[in-house]
């Protein structure tokens, strides 16, 4: 039996899935495409998450595009985090060009250009599906990590959150808990009850966690929190049979890291919280995917990381896969790397020491071939080639397979300004979310409060009907209340007092 031969049987008996399946390309041995070989992936396992990574320019937005495009197909809908802004396009059908009649003459699939269902998002002023969450349902500790508050500070915020609760305050946005914050700090009556009924509480510490809710709104988390908050259902959208695309627009994301954690990590909370337990559904309910992922890793503190490994681990039994894509493997953490089931692997380059041994650690991950010199071969990736390796129906990882990428069917290119109003203008959900709903919430309240107990204290002229006009006073009464009178009558009392101590005095001598 001649290489391909084996090559073939081995790779056909790990990728042929026979329940419902997506195909990536064609497997590739010694440079050439082998089209009896399809790199098949089992709708089964994909909500184990997975990984795109490899060097710039190496197609891995193409990659993303292609999955997005194969998932939507089979009903599956997905998030997708378009840090770049240049997924848009999916929206439009694609157009064949020269490339893409070779690269599917050699793969023998059929192409067919055409548009997927998408849906634009944004947390800041971007056109698309305004994303907002309440401060209430990120609740104390959720909002504390993102803060990045100690482990004082953080049950300080929990006593503030049961202070609320207890005093019907709704934590809406930020400038509630900064009222709240405030009330509790500089009011004498809220002072007071926090310190009865809670303990006593340091003003520094309440300061520094006012500070931070200061650093956070200078990202713009100001637009982010509010109602009407979210509702996560609205991922789950299918049309004519195709799982909508929904495109989250952060390309703004290097400028304001922490919003992009708080955001993500918002998402799984309330995802994990909201969606039942799916056990073996056969395919996913939802597909996350994190484009650039390392601008998450890289500004998260190690308590936000551990909220997210937790996720990682948590979320799959919901039937939701998470996919990051970044540059090198090692751009997420081992703990989360361990738990990724789907690994497309793009060219990487070894043009230094630092990144050699990154190629090196990126193999040792794979499953081992003889079909390859795969620490080699890694850096000869050609544009659209990858190495993938996957786990099969029983949830066993496949070979390692260099594969022949599929180009997308939709546009390769983002959408114009006028597409981008068109398909708002036309959004259900735009419409839904579109108007902030300032309702009465913990600022609104307090500040009533704070106005009365003002009013108490200083009490206001009485005014209508109930109130009698005040008697005039006569013309003895104008004269003593005057400042002429009042000289008179104190330099008549003095006077008076000299005169009987005088008296006193006399007796006293005779």
């Known amino acids: 039996m001649s290489d391909k031969e084996k090559f073939i049987t081995a790779l056909n008996a790990k990728y042929n899935p026979k329940g419902e399946h997506i195909i990536l390309g064609k497997g590739m041995l010694d440079g050439e495409v082998v089209t009896e070989v399809n790199v098949s992936i089992p709708l089964k396992t994909v909500n184990r998450h997975g990984l795109i990574a490899g060097a710039t320019g190496t197609g891995k937005t193409k990659t993303l595009q292609v999955f997005v495009e194969q998932l939507s197909h089979t009903g599956v809908p997905t998030l997708v985090m378009d840090i770049k802004g240049d997924l848009s396009g999916i929206a439009e059908a694609g157009t064949e060009n020269d490339n893409i009649k070779d690269r599917y003459s050699k793969t023998k699939l059929p192409y067919s250009p055409q548009s997927f269902p998408v849906e634009l998002m944004t947390i800041s002023g971007a056109k698309g599906v305004k994303l907002r969450a309440t401060v209430l349902e990120f609740g104390p500790i959720l909002l504390s990590k993102i803060l990045g508050l100690n482990d004082t500070q953080q049950s300080i915020m929990s006593i503030v959150f049961k202070y609320c609760d207890d005093k019907a305050l709704p934590l809406v946005d930020l400038q509630d808990l900064k009222k709240v914050l405030q009330y509790v700090t500089d009011n004498p009556i809220g002072k007071k009850e926090l310190a009865d ?36 259902e609205d991922l789950l959208k299918i049309r004519d049979g195709k799982g909508v695309v929904n495109i989250f627009r952060v390309d703004d994301i290097q400028n304001k890291p922490n919003l992009f954690s708080t955001f993500i990590l918002s998402l799984f909370a309330e995802i994990y919280m909201t969606f039942p337990e799916e056990g073996d559904s056969g395919k996913p309910k939802l597909v996350l995917f994190i484009d650039e992922a390392h601008l998450l890793f890289n500004e998260a503190s190690k308590t936000l990381l551990s909220q997210i490994e937790t996720m990682v681990k948590l979320i799959r039994s919901k039937g939701i896969g998470i996919y990051f894509i970044t540059q090198v ?131 206001k002229p009485t005014r209508g009907k109930a109130a009698q006009p005040k008697e005039e006073p006569g013309m003895f009464e104008q004269v003593i209340e005057s400042r002429a009178g009042k000289t008179f009558l104190n330099t008549l009392a003095r006077e008076g007092a000299k005169f009987i101590l005088g008296m006193f005095s006399m007796k006293k001598r005779r």
């Not at 959900?429 to 902030?436: D, F, I, P």
Request: aromatic share 8%; proline share 5%; net charge negative.
């Open 197 to 232: 009924n809670y303990g006593s509480i340091a003003s520094a510490s309440l300061g520094a966690i006012l500070r931070s809710i200061v650093a956070m709104e200078q990202q713009g988390a100001t637009t982010f929190f509010g109602e009407p908050s979210f509702d996560v």
């Open 329 to 459: 493997p090692g751009d997420v953490p081992e703990n989360i790397l361990s738990q990724l089931g789907l690994k497309i692997q793009h060219a990487l380059r070894g043009f230094t020491a630092k990144d050699r041994k990154q190629i090196e650690k990126a193999v040792e991950n794979y499953p081992t071939t003889d079909f390859y010199k795969a620490n080699e071969l890694i850096q000869n990736l050609g544009i659209g080639e990858a190495f993938v390796t996957a786990l099969d129906e029983k949830g066993i990882p496949t070979p390692l397979v260099q594969t022949y990428l599929i180009s997308p069917e939709s546009r390769m290119d983002i959408l114009t300004e006028s597409e981008i109003d068109e398909l708002t203008r036309n959004s259900d959900l735009v419409r839904k979310y579109e108007q902030s709903i300032d309702k009465e919430s913990a600022y609104e309240i307090l500040n009533k409060r704070i106005e009365e107990h003002t009013q108490t204290v200083i009490p």
